[in-house]
């Protein structure tokens, strides 16, 4: 956060598992008791983001060959922004070649998800989140051209401490151990994260919470476990969430009076 700041915006990052949408929720309930209308709470989740955009690049691939359908595709405003930059339009060129090769039928896929951890992908999965970085940025920009005391902005985003600097960033941690328990007894998540074990779902998430490390070292060189990108971090481990939240909230609120006074010495 800087002296730019103008308005309320809460930037949340979190290990895999470490109760980031629930935390969110709960802080959106705090909010509402605080006197904020719902209307004048924005959450933004760049996961969601990603999911719908990964879903409209498998939707052209598949109708690559169709022109009726290319050129209805080609009015997305995601789509186009993919089509403006060679090196984005040659990276979509790479991926249908490696489909080809690896005779991956997309018609008989039933689920994204069956897609999104494929190599073949990888290229497309960084110009995704490069796209949405940009937009994440962007948005930040325009919350802040003027001031709105009565609106709170919460970005469930890995990046967004380094996308909008001017938010008050937040890094949700968990215990091995716990995190694998939570995503072991969590039924409400898809099949492809229901284990057997608990040992085997803490070895999962053990596997992406590294993956997510040296994913974001190798796109942006920046290291999402450096205690440095953020004002606040929080083991979330053996705390309630009634208490992870207020706990947000209040360091939110004393950071953002202390800078403002700040501004106001100099």
């Given at each position: 956060m800087n002296n730019e700041i103008k308005n309320r915006i809460i930037a949340i990052s979190g290990e895999p598992v470490s109760g980031k949408g629930t935390t969110i929720k709960k802080i959106v309930e705090e909010l509402k008791k605080d006197g904020y209308s719902e209307e004048k709470i924005h959450i933004?989740?760049?996961g969601q983001q990603f999911r719908e955009f990964f879903e409209k690049i498998i939707e052209l691939i598949r109708n690559i060959d169709d022109p009726q359908k290319m050129d209805?595709?080609?009015?997305?405003e995601e789509l186009r922004k993919v089509f403006e930059f060679q090196e984005?339009?040659?990276i979509l060129t790479r991926t249908i070649t490696k489909i080809k090769n690896s005779n991956i039928n997309l018609d008989n896929v039933s689920k994204i998800a069956e897609l999104n951890d494929s190599e073949v992908f990888d290229e497309i999965r960084d110009v995704i989140d490069k796209l949405i970085?940009?937009?994440?940025?962007?948005m930040g920009q325009r919350i802040n051209e003027q001031e709105r005391p009565n609106e709170v902005w919460i970005f469930d985003s890995r990046?967004?401490?380094n996308s909008i600097p001017e938010a008050f960033s937040v890094r949700l941690i968990a215990n091995s151990k716990v995190a694998g328990e939570r995503l072991f007894n969590d039924k409400t998540r898809g099949k492809e994260d229901?284990?057997?074990?608990?040992?085997?779902?803490?070895r999962a998430?053990?596997?992406?919470?590294?993956?997510?490390i040296e994913r974001y070292k190798e796109i942006y060189g920046i290291d999402i476990e450096d205690e440095e990108n953020y004002d606040l971090i929080i083991d979330t481990s053996f705390l309630?969430?009634?208490?992870i939240a207020k706990s947000i909230l209040e360091a939110e609120r004393k950071y953002r009076s202390d800078i403002m006074q700040e501004g106001e010495v100099h």
């Open positions: 933004i989740t760049t209805e595709l080609s009015k997305n984005f339009r040659d970085d940009g937009n994440t940025k962007a990046m967004a401490f229901r284990y057997d074990t608990v040992e085997e779902a803490e998430r053990e596997e992406r919470r590294i993956a997510e309630s969430v009634d208490y």
